[in-house]
């Protein structure tokens, strides 16, 4: 049994930061990838970001050079640093990871960017 959590979320100012973790547990051999996806209410969940094992990151256009995924292949834990945070930002954030070839997610942590 594998299990994601994420962690990080909460409550913060247009322009502040916040720093996600999502962390994989279980019985894992390999993790191919892990990726944040978002989904705001009344939307489709949306791919923010992912990463792949050697080390190839992918972001959406509309957070490019304000967030940066990175990845801690020992701890089996990817991370999320969000920077310059707009209120569009606000969504409830999930971790998904391929693990053993199979996909998995997490249950999400919310994100709200509001004044």
């Known amino acids: 049994q594998v299990q994601l959590a994420e962690s990080g979320g909460g409550l913060v100012q247009p322009g502040g930061s916040l720093r996600l973790s999502c962390v994989a547990s279980?019985?894992?051999?390999?993790?191919?990838?892990m990726a944040w996806y978002r989904q705001a209410p009344g939307k489709q969940r949306e791919l923010v970001a992912n990463?792949?094992?050697?080390?190839?990151?992918n972001y959406r256009d509309s957070v490019k050079g304000r967030f940066t995924i990175s990845r801690d292949n020992a701890k089996n834990t990817v991370y999320l640093q969000m920077n310059s945070l707009k209120p569009e930002d606000t969504a409830v954030y999930f971790c998904?990871?391929?693990?053993?070839?199979?996909?998995?997610w997490g249950q999400g942590t919310q994100v709200t960017v509001s004044s």
């Open positions: 279980g019985r894992i051999f390999s993790i191919s990838s």
């Open positions: 998904k990871g391929i693990v053993d070839l199979r996909d998995y």
């Open positions: 990463i792949i094992r050697g080390g190839t990151v």
